[in-house]
């Protein structure tokens, strides 16, 4: 009999517990996780928490909360507000600043590279896992795009000068040469190390529909407001896919890194293939 009462009096505080809001049951809120939330609510702009126990979260100073905001399902696009912590972002640079190069692109006729006026930046490549602290970030990067670690290209590290530019290109390759490693890429994570007082947003002209509903729309440079466009902001990521759920290559991720005008940038990339990628 007492151990009746006693069940009776844990289902009441239980409930009444619910009933307050003290306790969610999974899937009751937003914390539902990207995929579910982001498929009910296709609209623009959703935002939804990730839980800050989350793995591959661990980070190495202070850093805001992180949340996912959809971009756009064409291209398929979203930003990791607070993706990496300061202390992370100047690590990355303090790394790559006494080894960069002026940046080449890929020579469709023989998979080299070659020079070219299209990108005037300089960068350089880290090695994939080459300490804890880049195992961290890569650990996380494959957490929140559910692509594994070894699909992953070393991370590359840019910098962008006043009037240094990416012109808009495609990720993926045209060539038979470079996808003979780890095959297409599939889906790229770029993740801003500084903020840029202007200019250097990343921008996808051929999306149908460009940033003129944005809150910060007039903050955009000129190139900016020709398509859909993030503004660099530090420790942001942008994860957009070339390649859509049936396999085939999305014209719409086409995308490009508008002029720096006033400020300078320093990004980093993370090029994910289809197959294991072998370094
Ligand atoms: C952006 O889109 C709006 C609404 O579709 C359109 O009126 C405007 O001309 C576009 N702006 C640019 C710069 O393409």
Known sequence: MAVVAALLLACAALLLLLALGALSLPGASDGAGPRGAGLARPRPRARFRRSATDSGLEVRGEKGEPWTEV????????????????????????????????????????????????????????????DKIIRTIEKRIADYTFIPVEHGEGLQVLHYEVGQKYEPHFDYFHDDYNTKNGGQRIATLLMYLSDVEDGGETVFPSAPVNSSSSPFYNELSECAKNGLSVKPKMGDALLFWSMKPDGSLDPTSLHGGCPVIKGNKWSSTKWMRVHEYKI
């Open 71 to 130: 971009l756009s399902w064409e291209p398929r696009a979203f930003v990791y507000h607070n993706f990496l912590s300061k202390e992370e972002c100047d690590y990355l640079i303090s790394l790559a600043k006494p080894h960069m190069k002026k940046s080449t692109v890929v020579d469709s006729a023989t998979g080299g590279s070659k020079d070219s006026r299209v990108r005037t930046s300089s960068g350089m490549f880290l090695r994939r896992g080459q």
